[in-house]
Each structure stands twice: as C-alpha cells, then as structure tokens.
Nanobody, 114 residues
Framework: QVQLVESGGGLVQPGGSLTLSCAAPGSLGNIYTMGWFRQTPGKQRELVATAITGGTRNYSDSVKARFTISRVNAKVYLQMNNLKPEDTAIYYC??????????WGRGTQVTVSS
C-alpha cells in the first residue's frame, strides 16, 4: 500500500512553533489534493488543512491564522505557530486523486505541553 512519509513532529511548549513535512512517492505523480488531518484518542480524525493543485487552500476554523499549509510539487508542509495544548494530536499526511485513490501517512506525534 502506498504511503506518504511525514516528518517534523515533536514536543513544543505552548506558544511555540513546529513545521511538519510530507513527501509522496514519485510513482504517484501529481496528487490533486494534499493536506493534513489530526486525531486524538477517542475522537475521529479531523481535517486541519488542505492544498489543492492550482492554489486553493482550506483550513479548519481552529487553526486558521495560526497554521499555514504550502506545497512544492509532491511535498506538502504545515507551518504551525502559536501552538496550544489542544493542538496535541497525531498528525497524518493526506493525499487524494479523484478516481484514482486516497493516500495516508503513518502519522507523526505533536505534543504541546509546558
């Protein structure tokens, strides 16, 4: 099963910053939508941000103005600023090509704690 590869998680204090990175295998070619979801124990995986080929960006209300998603070809990044304890979660990289498939990474842990 094709998987995306994430990096960049870790432990950070409230108010701090982290950048997550994700790379898609070259075999997938261009992926129409790439983005990030997150999940905490006992809750459903939730959308954080997506970036569509061509420029459209979408953010959940909880991260808007603090997080920035960017793409360079088959790589997607999530710059997270002013992190809060409620941002603590496993962050998953996501990719989707309509009619061809949906792809996920294995997840990277982000912990915001003093």
């Amino acid at each position: 099963q094709v998987q995306l590869v994430e990096s960049g998680g870790g432990l950070v204090q409230p108010g701090g910053s982290l950048t997550l990175s994700c790379a898609a295998p070259g075999s997938l070619g261009n992926i129409y939508t790439m983005g990030w979801f997150r999940q905490t124990p006992g809750k459903q995986r939730e959308l954080v941000a997506t970036a569509i080929t061509g420029g459209t960006r979408n953010y959940s209300d909880s991260v808007k103005a603090r997080f920035t998603i960017s793409r360079v070809n088959a790589k997607v990044y999530l710059q997270m600023n002013n992190l809060k304890p409620e941002d603590t979660a496993i962050y998953y990289c996501y990719g989707n090509n309509p009619g061809r498939g949906t792809y996920w990474g294995r997840g990277t842990q982000v912990t915001v704690s003093s």
